[in-house]
């Protein structure tokens, strides 16, 4: 790895304190930082050096909002996430920076559009809806099953054919996305807002979510040489960052109302979309 200047190294640790920020509030804000790593540090060698900063964010988030995953939606999007993961290693094996870049940003800038037009659909007035079956216990009281409503939803999510596929869909985007930039968040953020999280669900699922996938992505990056000596002692330095974001993430989580919440998350990605196009 070449030398680090002051100035590229302020810009690393501000997007490490982002790192944090982002596992605990706004997810979608991730973007910005992997954009910033892939600014500083060559693509490719930049997923390595942001992967462990990931997970210790994952773990932050996990102890704030462990008790709000939803995991009937984690065991949906998992197998469709494996194979996502398989085809970004296999992609990363063989893409230049400028190929991984351009990929990732135009996938984020679609994904955002596609939510976009769903929200504006959703918000049109409909007809008067049949009347609804009993709504089903609190999830803190029955606890999480099969078909269970969603931590902060009040809903059910939906289990028919339209979404398991959506799932499908999503999930292998997901997959793709996170090994190839660390760019698994927006994806996902997208996925769950659309499945209709509210924040609390929406970050409990998240933060499992990405505990346990990035955690299984470690051996595929020590293997193609993205996480070395090198990366790990930058790392140390940087982590240090990565707790006070979140504990600022956690302080600012319930002082958002959900509808500017969806719109940063959104302003995130496109943000995030945006610079990676510019970059490659």
Not at 56 to 80: E, I, K, M, N, S
Not at 171 to 183: C, I, K, P, Q, S
Not at 217 to 229: C, E, H, R, T, W
Not at 235 to 256: F, N, S, T, Y
């Amino acid at each position: 790895m070449d030398t680090i200047t002051p100035g590229a190294f302020a810009l690393l640790a501000a997007a490490a304190l982002l790192v944090g920020f982002s596992k605990t509030s706004v997810s979608g804000a991730n973007t910005i930082s992997l954009a910033v790593f892939a600014a500083v540090l060559p693509a490719k060698e930049s997923t390595g050096v942001l992967l462990p900063l990931l997970i210790v964010g994952d773990v932050c988030a996990v102890l704030v909002y462990r008790r709000h995953a939803h995991w009937p939606t984690l065991w949906r999007l998992f197998p469709a996430v494996a194979a996502g993961v398989l085809a970004g290693t296999a992609f990363l094996a063989v893409a230049d920076d400028g190929a991984v870049r351009t990929s990732i940003g135009a996938i984020l800038l679609v994904m955002s559009a596609l939510t976009y037009w769903r929200r504006r659909q959703a918000a049109r007035p409909r007809a008067a809806p049949a009347p609804a079956a009993p709504e089903p216990a609190a999830p803190e009281a029955a606890g999480v099953a099969a078909g269970s409503a969603a931590p902060g939803t009040g809903e059910t999510p939906g289990t028919g054919r339209g979404a398991r596929l959506k799932a499908r869909t999503y999930g292998v985007l997901g997959g793709f996305t996170t090994m190839v930039a660390n760019a698994g968040g927006p994806v996902m953020s997208l996925y769950l807002l659309s499945a209709g999280f509210r924040k609390l669900g929406f970050l409990g699922t998240s933060a499992w979510f990405f505990l346990i996938v990035n955690t299984s992505k470690v051996p595929f990056s020590v293997g193609l040489g993205l996480i070395d000596g090198p990366s790990l002692l930058l790392d140390a330095v940087l982590v240090l960052l990565v707790v006070p974001g979140a504990l600022l993430g956690r302080a600012l989580a319930h002082r958002i109302n959900q509808v500017l919440f969806e719109r940063l998350v959104l302003a995130a990605t496109v943000a995030g979309g945006v610079q990676l196009l510019l970059l490659g």
